[in-house]
């Protein structure tokens, strides 16, 4: 990328950098950023020194549950464009990673023992996280901002408030693509079916289900049954590393949506997308929002080139 930037944030905040690299991709030494108080993990009042990056298209990137999904969201951007770069600023954090997995698990229903352990955490720091890294990729020039990250659009209303520039939401990006494809009901006189197969945290937030049916879809979800016989084991058996278990299990979780008359499965979980292999059948009814929101991006950088700044 000729455009990297780079904020580091683990819980040692005085460690956070900032690399910059020029045209040529060479790095210039790191700069503690001003605009934190490192003492509280707070944004300072702006700094007046200019942003990091002035493009029209720069792109904000809020990293999530884990570094290999930011990572494959940015291989499908680069795919989209033909191969070349688009100018970014991508905030990747081993905390928010950490706090966004204990809020996920905290939401966990134990196959084994048939009652609830949500933890019922409290999710405000994990807000603030995220708002102060909206605040940063804003003061540091971006035009849009985006998370690809399904647990993250939990919270998407509060990182949102205030905002000065456009985020993208990841369920409405796939929600108006299904739109736009005009599907057919798979039975004659029935509704347009949409399934959607993720962790109970995504499930419960309701994003799905409430961008999906806006936009005239049923939502049809795992029943209990299926989580806890499918989806809630495969959970366990990919935590053992038994991907082999994890994908027969996930296998069954999509066939029984399927059978209830869905045109389409999305899978709405980054670790259940990438247990199946590229060439397994039942990915052609799948969907995987990582491209609805990497697409729609595309369309948004193309539109500011060509001087739509709407």
């Known amino acids: ?81 033909g191969g070349h770069s688009i100018p970014f600023v991508l905030c990747s954090d081993p905390l928010l990673n950490k706090d966004l997995l204990s809020y996920e698990r905290g939401h966990f229903v134990s196959a084994t023992s ?28 971006a035009s849009c901002i985006v998370m690809p990250c399904n647990i993250s659009h939990c919270w998407y209303e509060q990182v949102s ?28 006189g029935s509704p347009l079916r949409i399934g959607v197969l993720a962790t109970n945290a995504t499930l419960e ?10 936009e005239g879809f049923e939502v049809v979800l795992p029943d209990k049954a299926t989580m806890e016989h499918t989806v809630i084991p495969a959970t366990e058996a990919l935590n053992r590393n038994d991907m082999e278990g994890a994908c027969n299990l996930l296998r069954i979780a999509l066939q029984v949506l399927l059978v209830r008359a869905v045109n389409s499965v999305i899978l709405a979980s980054e670790d259940m997308r990438a247990l199946l292999p ?33």
């Open 205 to 214: 937030a309701g994003f799905y289900q409430e961008k999906l049916q806006s």
């Open 1 to 81: 990328m000729s455009c990297f930037h780079t904020l580091g944030t683990p819980r040692n905040l005085y460690s956070s950098l900032i690399w910059n690299a020029d045209e040529g991709a060479r790095f210039s030494p790191p700069k503690a950023n001003k605009n934190i108080n490192y003492g509280s993990g707070r944004l300072a009042s702006p700094s007046p020194t200019p942003p990091l990056l002035t493009h029209g298209t720069t792109l904000g990137i809020i990293g999530g549950l884990s570094v290999n999904a930011t990572l494959t969201f940015l291989t499908k951007l680069v795919h989209l464009h």
């Open 161 to 188: 408030m205030g905002c000065c520039v456009p985020i993208l939401h990841m369920a409405e990006c796939v929600a108006k693509e299904l739109k736009e494809a005009k599907l057919k009901p798979l039975e004659a």
């Open 278 to 310: 590229q060439d397994d059948p039942l990915l052609k009814k799948c969907i995987d929002p990582m491209d609805a929101l990497a697409r729609s991006t595309m369309k948004w950088v193309r539109s500011r080139s060509s001087g739509d700044n709407t």
């Open 114 to 141: 048939k009652k609830s352990e949500c933890l019922k955490l409290d999710s405000s720091p994990i807000v603030q996280n995220l708002r102060n890294k909206r605040a940063f990729l804003e003061n540091s020039g």
